[in-house]
């Protein structure tokens, strides 16, 4: 008598295993994790202001992405005071102001 478990068994030997990257939280197989969270470690560093993990090329999208005019907008709308000084502190110019809108940090 001849047990059909090979089907089985033999479906999950090439599945990848990942983990979790600490720098990035990204999830890469095991068998490139290290190599990545070396060059991940290397090539990003931690947002100053907000604390996210920014890759250096990525530096000046990131700040670009807190002083746009929707990031300023949806912060203003909510009323959170700590949000704008975030936004701040990415560098916008607090003489900014929605022309077309009337919106304004400084009231
Ligand atoms: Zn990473
Ligand atoms: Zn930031």
Redesign the pocket.
């Known amino acids: 008598m001849k047990l059909q478990s090979d089907n089985n068994s033999s479906d999950d030997n090439d599945s990848p295993k990942y983990s979790i990257c600490p720098n990035c939280k990204d999830k890469f197989p095991s068998n490139s994790f290290a190599s990545h969270t070396i060059e991940c470690y290397r090539n990003s560093s931690k ?1 100053k ?2 604390g ?1 993990i ?1 890759k250096k090329s990525y530096k000046k999208a ?1 700040l670009e992405l ?1 002083r746009s005019k929707q990031k300023v907008k949806e912060v203003i709308q909510k009323d959170n005071d700590i949000e704008i000084i975030k936004i701040l502190d ?1 560098g916008l110019n607090p003489n900014f102001k929605f022309d077309e809108e009337n919106y304004s940090i400084m009231n």
């Open positions: 947002c202001v907000c996210e920014v990131h807190w990415h």
